[in-house]
């Protein structure tokens, strides 16, 4: 049981490279829906699946919800049919036991600074306290007073939302899809890149990660993203995501800064090099980033236009 949840804990992590990863709470782990998100079976769902091509070279680029809620989130027939047909799949990072081990060493802080209340404030200090050690057990006390504020941003409840159903995650079912079909996946970033990217914050400048994000879920923002982003997906509707991120930006404060220009534009750059560098040995690879990265001035889809790739959207 305990095993589970800090697996659900740090699912949550890698779902923050989306700003989704509060869009529910761990208090309400009974229920898997959004009230806002209503369901209809003739929506299609397509999500944001591309073809991109370059003398005489192609792959598959797709734009991922790293956490899904309910059937509106299933890959398609597109997605799947695109799998199938590659040579391999890439995502960000593999969720296993490894990954996991990596994020707790690196949500760590160093002993001897100052307590965890007094970075956080008594109010989430208690909460976050009541729901991960009181009532789930996820943490021990000590573990919980060690733990750094940008990865307890992970644990903040959103007001009138629902458990998410983390298995629904697009690279979730991507890669319960390769592997019934004996298709390889490998890691674009890896772990402890990504856990490296919170950890080079100063513990000033995490206490205002945490600030503003709070002040963000108090404002409504944050839910109302994952409701935009989720409908986006479930209409493939790519202007609707770039909306979502453009909006998000011009909130210019310290966790949405942070957020745009390091978690998504700056490894826009990487995963520019790294997608041309596999995919001039082989053809045909499916790469899959979460949607953010592909859309805006410095998003992978007019990074790869300007470098002249003709781009297809595979419906």
Do not use: C
Request: aromatic share 10%; glycine share 6%.
């Amino acid at each position: 049981m305990i095993l589970s949840l800090r697996l659900k804990i740090v699912k949550l992590f890698f779902a923050s490279f989306f700003v989704l990863h509060s869009v529910f709470s761990l208090a309400y782990a009974e229920n898997v829906k959004f009230a806002d998100v209503p369901e209809s079976s003739s929506v299609s769902l397509n999500g944001f699946l591309y073809f991109v091509e370059k003398d005489q070279r192609g792959f598959y680029l797709l734009g991922t919800i790293h956490a899904g809620i309910s059937n509106r989130q299933k890959i398609g027939l597109n997605i799947i049919n695109a799998a199938k047909k590659s040579s391999g799949i890439y995502v960000e990072v593999i969720m296993d036991d490894s990954a996991i081990d990596l994020v707790d060493l690196n949500s760590k802080r160093k002993a001897g600074g100052k307590k965890l209340v007094n970075l956080i404030g008594e109010k989430y200090y208690n909460l976050l306290k009541k729901n991960l050690v009181s009532e789930m057990e996820i943490f021990s006390e000590d573990e919980y007073e060690s733990l750094q504020p940008w990865y307890l941003v992970n644990a903040v409840p959103i007001p009138n939302s629902e458990n998410l159903n983390l298995e629904l995650g697009t690279e979730e079912q991507l890669i319960v899809l390769a592997k019934e079909n004996n298709i390889t996946v490998n890691e674009l970033e890896g772990a402890t890149f990504q856990a490296n990217i919170f950890n080079k914050m100063t513990e000033d400048q995490q206490v205002r990660y945490f600030r503003d994000y709070v002040n963000l879920v108090e404002q409504g923002v944050i839910r109302q993203r994952g409701i935009d982003l989720f409908e986006a997906w479930a209409n493939s509707d790519i202007s609707l995501a770039e909306k979502s991120l453009g909006d998000f930006s011009r909130r210019n404060n310290f966790y949405s800064n942070f957020y745009v220009g390091k978690v998504v534009n700056l490894r826009n750059v990487g995963f520019l090099k790294k997608i041309e560098k596999i995919s001039s040995g082989k053809s045909g690879i499916l790469f899959a980033v979460g949607v953010d990265h592909l859309v805006g001035e410095s998003g992978l889809l007019k990074m790869l236009k300007d470098k002249k790739y003709k781009i297809t959207k595979v419906n």
